[in-house]
């Protein structure tokens, strides 16, 4: 079959974040015409978007960026083990300019609808403001974290003084110096928001809905001699990388939980603490995140750390989870977090007893007592790995939309393809192996799996492809089943597709694939030796 209705693009790519940065460089290098279809002015995704205070990696800098290119390793100096955002920002920035992938990008183009045409073989895609641009291929990199949501609270429109989302935070910065200021939430960003600016204001009040584990990030400086150290080591840094389950530099330890005994326990999780990054929550026993006795004693360790570190008793115990152990969810990486509410300015409103009833033009009002405020932050968290795709609008075969055909769970092979979607294939999504991982490293695995497939296509003249059904199903059934192995399966989280802020997303679902990077990757290489199996083309 022809195309009737000429082409814009062979391909296009929605996102110019990580992952739509890499994909659009291999497949400029594969001589594809493609475009890049990006919201911002700017390329960066998460980190062109979140400029609140505090925003910096979790993981470790130097495991964080690309590894295609020893130049770019060899030329590039991070400053701190873990960057802030602006830092983040630059590097990604100049990957664009290094490569020459501006020239590729249109910017201010926010996508809303995109409508598969089965007789032509192609994608509509429609902008904002009445553009249309048509494809063959319709590749996604729109971020797993890039749908911000906002709390249901009367009035929330009503606050006179500004107020935001963590994720739109002004370009221009604010000056919170002296301000009376109410950050509500205390997820992954309000912690990072939260010890930054309690020093500065005048007044900040936390409005915590449900607390969460957090561990100190330990984060340093990286002089000259230690990045050249770092430069040297690379090549061993990202083979550690690639065989964690989390494509991290922290694995789990070979040592077993019950046969150490609780003293050399504890002076494992003593070291951890102090280390850096994500090693308190993956780089100890696997049995933490699988036996409920095992996540019982760590969490106990940890409670013991946090009412350390905060002076009031009763504060303390407000902050330590009572819903769920340690680890169970993404660990939010701190500092200074537990220490801001030791100072006479920071006080913690705990909704649980004390819900907020509305917003008002002055403030804040729960059911015992009214707040007056300058700013009001809503660090609210993200409807999580598929809400990006709901806010735009896919319709495929049949009329059906994806956004319908999701409601209930994420169904989508090797979370590449969902079936009745020809041609849409998702480099970053649900199921797939980057939502639990590390990020970058992930992406790689799956853009360097991605591109030859689409030069599969290319060469064998294929202009549909679409995941079978039966296959799309079983992936489905071994996603569950993984979710099975770990603690994780019973949290309210975002791994689990929970979002309290968004209306249907107060129930179980599969979203994260929990096999590990390592089989990830091994099961992209079985279906691609086998022809790609589980995909039909023609």
């Not at 504890?266 to 850096?276: F, T, V």
């Not at 019982?296 to 570190?309: C, N």
């Not at 999580?384 to 896919?394: S, V, Y």
Request: net charge negative; proline share 5%.
């Amino acid at each position: 079959m022809t195309t009737t209705k000429p082409l814009d693009h062979e391909v296009i790519l929605i996102g110019a974040g990580v992952c739509g940065i890499y994909q659009l460089l291999r497949l400029v290098e594969l001589g594809v015409d493609v475009t890049v279809l990006e919201t911002g002015d700017g390329p960066g995704g998460t980190w062109y978007w979140n400029r609140y205070p505090g925003c910096r990696f979790d993981s470790e800098s130097w495991t964080y960026g690309y590894s295609f290119s020893r130049e770019l390793l060899d030329e590039w100096h991070w400053t701190e083990h873990f960057a802030p955002q602006y830092e983040t920002l630059r590097y990604l920035e100049h990957v664009v300019e290094k490569f020459d992938l501006r020239k590729y990008m249109q910017f201010g183009q926010k996508v809303e609808r995109c409508v598969w045409d089965e007789e032509d073989r192609s994608w509509t895609v429609e902008i904002a403001g009445g553009r249309t641009l048509r494809c063959r291929f319709l590749l996604t990199a729109i971020g797993l974290l890039s749908a911000p949501t906002l709390p249901a609270i009367e009035g929330r429109d009503d606050f006179a003084g500004p107020s935001f989302h963590t994720f739109y935070w002004p370009k221009e910065g604010v000056d919170l110096a002296g301000k009376r200021v109410a950050v509500i939430g205390t997820g992954a960003t309000g912690v990072q928001v939260i010890g930054k600016i309690a020093p500065e204001v005048a007044s900040l009040t936390v409005f915590q809905r449900r607390p969460n584990w957090c561990a100190p990030l330990n984060n340093a400086p990286i002089d000259t001699d230690e990045m050249a150290k770092i430069r040297a080591r690379y090549d061993e840094i990202f083979a550690k990388c690639a065989e964690t389950p989390g494509a991290f530099i922290h694995g789990p330890i070979d040592k077993k939980f019950w046969e150490s005994t609780p003293e050399e326990r504890r002076a494992i999780w003593e070291e951890l603490y102090k280390g850096p990054g994500f090693g308190i929550w993956l780089g100890q026993f696997r049995e933490v995140l699988m036996d409920e006795e095992a996540n019982a004693e760590m969490s106990a360790f940890v409670a013991e750390k946090i009412r350390e570190r905060v002076h009031d008793p009763e504060v303390a115990e407000k902050l330590i989870p009572k819903d769920h152990g340690f680890g169970v969810q993404r660990v939010p990486m701190e500092t200074n977090y537990y220490e801001a509410y030791n100072q006479e300015n920071v006080r913690l409103v705990d909704l649980s007893e004390t819900p907020i009833e509305r917003i008002t033009e002055t403030g804040i009002e729960t059911s015992d007592e009214s707040f007056e405020f300058d700013v009001i932050v809503f660090a609210t968290g993200f409807d999580a790995i598929t809400g990006a795709f709901d806010r735009i609008e896919f319709v495929g075969t049949d009329g059906q939309t994806l956004k319908e055909k999701w409601a209930d769970d994420a169904l989508i092979y090797l979370g590449i393809q969902s079936h009745g979607f020809p041609n849409l294939l998702v480099v970053s999504g649900p199921t797939a192996g980057s939502a639990s991982t590390n990020f970058p490293r992930a992406i790689e695995s799956i853009v360097d799996w991605m591109t030859p497939f689409i030069a599969h296509l290319r060469e064998q003249g294929i202009t549909r492809v679409e995941a079978n059904s039966d296959a799309e199903r079983e992936w489905a059934e071994h996603i569950k089943e993984l979710y099975q192995m770990l603690l994780l399966r019973n949290a309210k989280s975002w791994f689990t597709g929970y979002n309290e802020n968004v209306e249907g997303r107060q129930k179980k679902r599969h979203l994260i694939y929990n096999g590990g990077a390592p089989n990830y990757r091994a099961r992209l290489g079985e279906v691609a030796a086998e022809g790609y199996a589980g995909f039909e083309m023609s």
